[in-house]
């Protein structure tokens, strides 16, 4: 077994336990507030905890989920989702993302962006799209304080944090 090596290391483990972490704080609010629609802020979690346990990292996804969220919601209010208006809201995350140099979190705005404008019915209301909105940004907020309560964690016991491989000195 060459690469399970690679796999059960402390990084890993502590990568594990931080998203795991994210799911269930994310879970018990989707348990405990059935009325909103806390399943998206489960996935906006997992996109949202990195690896590396990079603060920054995980400040750029919120904010790219911020910015995919506005865009969305821009976007509800111009127009009823459709096809046509996914894919402008589409172009709008990318270019807006490409001009503020956010090239490594693009695709978390994209799937914020996503998640705000699918809807499962045939009246678009925007309240749903603002419900959602609210959940994908208590997904990035679980996931921020993940990571700082790890660093903070490391900190106290004057650890230091964990680095890949590829960032190692």
Aim: proline fraction near 4%.
């Amino acid at each position: 077994m060459e690469g399970t090596s690679d796999v059960f290391t402390v990084e890993n483990y502590l990568y594990f336990t931080r998203l795991i972490i994210g799911v269930v704080l994310c879970y018990l609010l989707y348990i405990n507030f059935p009325e909103l629609p806390f399943q998206w802020s489960l996935v906006s979690v997992v996109v949202a905890i990195s690896p590396d346990n990079s603060t920054q990292l995980a400040k750029d996804r919120m904010i790219a989920n911020l910015l995919g969220c506005v865009v969305g919601l821009v976007m509800f209010f111009i127009h009823p989702p459709n096809l046509l208006m996914l894919s402008i809201g589409v172009m709008l995350v990318v270019i807006i993302g490409l001009y503020f140099n956010m090239q490594g979190s693009i695709r978390s705005a994209l799937a914020a962006l996503v998640i705000l404008m699918l809807y499962n019915n045939q009246s678009a209301d925007w309240t749903l799209a603002l419900d959602r909105l609210v959940c994908v940004i208590a997904g990035c907020l679980v996931a921020l304080l993940v990571t700082l309560a790890f660093n903070y964690l490391f900190k106290v016991c004057r650890f230091k944090s964990p680095q890949p491989k590829d960032q190692a000195t």
